[in-house]
């Protein structure tokens, strides 16, 4: 027993110690300065929005080559960051929103999250086990070593040795692929952890991992029926139903949506409701590929071809489609309620946000007098972060009493729409100035915590 909790912690150490490494191998890097791109639709075969990429060009033949010789698409997207998402969840949503599906095969990475994730579907001919093997064998391998346009060629390569021998995997399951899977991969191998123990840097990661707020985890979820088990208890043609009534409903609410999009543009402006935009933009991307699905079964189910077993689970997949976009949808319009309640109570918010303003700006001389004593006792070099944030912090706050003063501004003018829209803008500035304090005044703690993580893992 004892040594079964020996090896626990041990591990647990490990994975710690692993987690840190991402950002160490990135270096120290200012929360703000980390850009981060949210699922996008992507429209060329190669997206390298990180300019990491040597020669897009040169790489353009090896896809185009898996293209004539294999029957597959692949699109290859580098951005900096998954924007808080892990690489299964981003590159999914990402493959929806292109409209991608048939034959299209999706690898995405995120270079500063040293995170990537890859996704297909049903049709492409690919098994999950084939899928998996082309990640550990051919794309791992290149993105350990920083090989970023080699990862693209090795993937294009392992692709098309999978359709030529799809016999040979490495253990997987053998039957057909479900019609979405995210087998996800991170960057850390026994090499990267050795080298971690033994020059002994967690503690600059651990840091850094804290301030900038990200932890990409590892999902991987499990098939369709364990996905939703309460679908099981349903008959076919009950599924059947939901699903008619579920494409119905979420094509009016997408109708109703556009139509409450105008108006609040009208009414606050472009700028205040672009996520409404792109809510909305997504919601359609996955309703064209809920009745895509739809479309598929009908003509399957006419040539007398469908099988029940995936019949149900594309249904399944039309339900959580569906959902999804509701959620997106709902979400958007209780942030328009809550903007429609802040105009009838804006001059109260501004001078509020007068009133926080000022609260924060008396941390200023104690958050300075903190990382002072910080510096004193840690290497600089493990503070970077935290010096950056002290400069910004005060250029935060007059940003956020510009916003506060056109508010107002706004507001005498009889303008209140544009005075929603400037407070909104105060409220962000103000919401940064402050957790870049937060970040300076938590430091101690969290260097202490890095230690003792540290000696336990030794």
Same mark, same amino acid.
């Given at each position: 027993m004892a040594g079964t909790r020996r090896t626990h912690r041990a591990a647990s150490a490990l994975a710690a110690l692993a987690a840190t490494f991402a950002i160490l191998w990135a270096g120290p890097v200012p929360a703000t300065a980390l850009p981060a791109d949210p699922p996008f639709s992507v429209s060329?075969?190669?997206?390298?929005?990180?300019?990491?990429?040597?020669?897009?060009?040169?790489?353009?033949?090896?896809?185009?080559?898996?293209? $004539?010789?294999?029957?597959?698409?692949?699109?290859?997207?580098?951005?900096?960051?998954?924007?808080?998402? $892990?690489?299964?969840?981003?590159?999914?949503?990402?493959?929806?929103? $292109?409209?991608?599906?048939?034959?299209?095969?999706?690898?995405?990475?995120?270079?500063?999250?040293?995170?990537?994730?890859?996704?297909?579907?049903?049709?492409?001919?690919?098994?999950?086990?084939d899928l998996q093997r082309v990640q550990s064998r051919d794309v791992e391998p290149a993105l350990s070593d920083d090989d970023w346009d080699g990862a693209v060629s090795a993937a294009a390569t392992g692709l098309q040795r999978q359709l030529d021998d799809p016999a040979e995997d490495s253990g997987g399951s053998s039957g057909p692929m479900g019609d979405g899977f995210n087998p996800f991969g991170s960057f850390f191998s026994p090499f990267f952890l050795f080298a971690l123990l033994v020059f002994g840097?967690?503690?600059?990661?651990?840091?850094?991992?804290?301030?900038?707020?990200?932890?990409?985890?590892?999902?991987?979820?499990?098939?369709?029926?364990? *996905?939703?088990?309460?679908?099981?208890?349903?008959?076919?043609?009950?599924?059947?139903?939901?699903? !008619?009534?579920?494409?119905?409903?979420?094509?009016?609410?997408?109708?109703?949506?556009?139509?409450?999009? $105008? @108006?609040?543009?009208?009414?606050?402006?472009?700028?205040?409701?672009?996520? @409404?935009?792109?809510?909305?933009?997504? !919601?359609?991307?996955?309703? =064209?590929?809920?009745?895509?699905? *739809?479309?598929?079964?009908?003509?399957?189910?006419?040539?007398?071809?469908?099988?029940?077993?995936?019949?149900?689970?594309?249904?399944?997949?039309?339900?959580?489609?569906?959902?999804a976009a509701d959620a997106e949808l709902d979400a958007q319009e209780e942030e328009f309620a809550r903007l429609r309640d802040l105009e009838a109570n804006v001059p109260q918010f501004l001078a509020s946000l007068r009133t926080r303003i000022q609260e924060v700006e008396e941390r200023l001389p104690v958050a300075r007098q903190e990382l002072a004593g910080l510096t004193a006792t840690h290497p600089r070099q493990s503070l970077t972060s935290l010096h950056d944030n002290i400069e910004q912090a005060p250029r935060l706050l007059e940003s956020a009493k510009g916003f506060v003063t056109t508010g107002e501004q706004h507001v005498d003018a009889g303008e209140r729409p544009s005075a929603v829209? !400037?407070?909104?803008? =105060?409220?962000?500035?103000?919401? *940064?100035?402050?957790?870049?304090?937060?970040?300076?005044?938590?430091?101690?703690?969290?260097?202490?915590?890095?230690?003792?993580?540290?000696?336990?893992?030794?």
């Open positions: 060329d075969d190669i997206t390298d929005r990180a300019g990491v990429l040597d020669d897009p060009s040169a790489l353009q033949s090896d896809l185009d080559a898996l293209q $004539s010789e294999g029957g597959l698409q692949l699109f290859v997207v580098y951005v900096d960051s998954f924007d808080g998402q $892990s690489g299964a969840e981003w590159v999914e949503q990402t493959y929806d929103e $292109s409209g991608m599906g048939g034959n299209d095969v999706l690898l995405a990475v995120a270079v500063q999250d040293r995170a990537y994730g890859m996704w297909t579907t049903g049709d492409s001919g690919l098994r999950e086990a840097l967690p503690i600059i990661g651990k840091i850094l991992r804290h301030f900038l707020g990200k932890r990409d985890k590892v999902t991987v979820p499990p098939p369709i029926d364990q *996905q939703a088990p309460v679908m099981s208890t349903k008959s076919t043609d009950q599924l059947r139903q939901e699903v !008619a009534s579920a494409l119905v409903a979420l094509d009016n609410a997408i109708r109703s949506s556009g139509q409450e999009l $105008s @108006f609040a543009q009208a009414q606050f402006g472009e700028q205040a409701t672009r996520q @409404f935009t792109a809510a909305l933009e997504s !919601a359609r991307g996955r309703s =064209a590929e809920a009745f895509r699905i *739809q479309q598929e079964l009908d003509v399957a189910r006419g040539a007398g071809r469908l099988v029940e077993a995936e019949e149900r689970a594309r249904l399944a997949q039309i339900l959580d489609l569906t959902a829209a !400037a407070a909104r803008a =105060a409220e962000d500035a103000l919401g *940064q100035a402050d957790g870049r304090i937060e970040m300076i005044m938590s430091a101690r703690a969290v260097l202490d915590d890095a230690v003792a993580s540290l000696d336990t893992a030794l």
